[in-house]
Structures are given as structure tokens and as C-alpha cells.
């Protein structure tokens, strides 16, 4: 979202992912930024995560790695029950 936004990956990407996460030029910035007309997210899953943050020290690793996120558990097709009742 942060390139659509704003026209350049957020620093904590850039910190994380390194030489792996292309440079934008100046026009490429401008061109990307705003570029959306509409964003639509469908949300089917819910993860439970907790920090993982000593993965980042390690030299070679992936983009899964990058999050520092571990996974606590899944849930698929969750639902939330809302009591309308005033």
C-alpha cells in the first residue's frame, strides 16, 4: 500500500529486505503514487502472530523472514458474532 500512497516502500521494508526490494527512480515514484482507483481487501483468514524480531539478524533469509513475525495460529473462515441488541 505504502507505494500506492506514498510512492516509495516504507523504511522498515527497505531496512529489512535490503538490496532485495527494487529502488524506485523519481518517475516511477510519481508514476506509481496515486495510481489506484479503487483497493478492494477480502478478508478470509485470520493469523495470530507475535514478534519474531531475532530473525532479522540472521544474514540469509527470506521474504517470510523479513516480516519477524512467528505465527501463533489460524483461523479460516472466521466469524464475528455482533450482538445489535440496544
Known amino acids: 500500500m505504502e507505494p500506492l500512497l506514498h510512492g516509495d516502500y516504507p523504511d522498515s ?3 529489512n529486505a535490503g538490496a532485495r526490494i527494487p529502488a524506485f527512480s ?3 515514484s510519481e508514476q506509481v503514487k496515486g495510481s489506484y482507483d479503487f483497493i478492494g481487501i477480502i ?3 485470520k493469523f495470530n502472530i507475535t514478534d519474531n524480531s531475532d530473525v532479522l539478524k540472521t544474514e540469509l ?3 517470510i523472514a523479513d516480516a ?3 505465527p501463533l495460529g489460524m483461523c ?3 466469524f464475528t458474532v455482533v ?3 440496544a
Open 13 to 15: 521494508m527497505k531496512a
Open 26 to 28: 523519481s518517475r516511477e
Open 43 to 45: 478478508h478470509y483468514s
Open 61 to 63: 533469509r527470506d521474504f
Open 68 to 70: 519477524a513475525a512467528k
Open 76 to 78: 479460516v473462515f472466521c
Open 83 to 85: 450482538d445489535f441488541k
